[in-house]
């Protein structure tokens, strides 16, 4: 089957730790882009990487950080300076950076107590 | 930076109603708009309009793009319960998708 994974679904963690989320695809899609989604807030960009060990910064990347290791994987770190880590967190790819359509993982709910 | 806005941010109909749901977007350089439909995780496509395509229609949705207001709509009619949904509209541009807050859609049977 192809598709996008993001693993676990449900991550808690104590405040002041830094929490790595998992993204893979086997599309074999150039493209990959983090989101995050608060209640009423729509889906926001975080980073995103448009080739290999290349990445961009989103519209709300200060506390995050990812690599671009090889192309089916795009680790999200949410680290301890992120102020309000608790939201749902949604992966995604494209066949390449100009292409429209995103294909979504099914998302990771951290929680951050 | 690029504006997506919907409205209303919620709305509750009953099984068989027709709603509207609004989008208006203030962007720099108009490439397409999107909407999807969040029913509980992963976002799934609906429909894509441009300059060049700005009706789009399938089963019961369609949507229209006003190049004029800079908004699009998307209907549904005779609603059912599986519509019950976030209805997300987006831009796409500078390679990357714009979000607006979405829209929760409630069917109620």
């Known amino acids: 089957d192809g598709g996008i994974t993001q693993s676990p679904k449900y991550l808690f963690r104590k405040e002041g730790q830094n929490v790595t989320l998992s993204c893979e695809q086997n599309?074999?899609?150039?493209?990959m882009y983090w989101y995050r989604q608060d209640p009423g807030q729509g889906l926001r960009l975080i980073y995103y990487?448009?080739?290999?060990?290349?990445?961009q910064k989103g519209d709300i990347a200060e506390g995050y950080s990812v690599s671009r290791e090889k192309k089916e994987s795009f680790p999200l770190t949410v680290t301890s300076a992120q102020k309000n880590p608790t939201a749902f967190y949604l992966c995604?790819?494209?066949?390449?950076?100009?292409?429209?359509?995103?294909?979504f993982g099914p998302g990771t709910r951290l929680t951050v107590t | 930076e690029d504006k997506v806005v919907q409205s209303p941010l919620s709305l509750v109909v009953h099984e068989g109603d027709t709603v509207t749901l609004n989008c208006s977007y203030e962007?720099?350089?108009?490439?397409?708009l999107l909407w999807y439909k969040q029913e509980k995780k992963a976002p799934t496509f609906l429909f894509m309009l441009?300059?060049?395509?700005i009706e789009k229609k399938s089963g019961r949705l369609s949507s229209i793009l006003d190049k004029k207001e800079l908004s699009s709509i998307l209907n549904i009619t005779a609603t059912q319960t599986g519509d019950s949904a976030i209805y997300l509209c987006?831009?796409?541009?500078?390679?990357?998708?714009?979000f607006g807050t979405g829209t929760r859609l409630t069917i109620i049977p």
């Open positions: 990487s448009q080739i290999v060990n290349d990445f």
């Open positions: 962007v720099t350089n108009f490439r397409s």
């Open positions: 987006a831009h796409f541009g500078n390679e990357k998708l714009t």
């Open positions: 995604a790819s494209s066949i390449h950076r100009a292409s429209y359509e995103q294909y």
């Open positions: 599309l074999n899609h150039d493209a």
């Open positions: 441009t300059s060049s395509g």
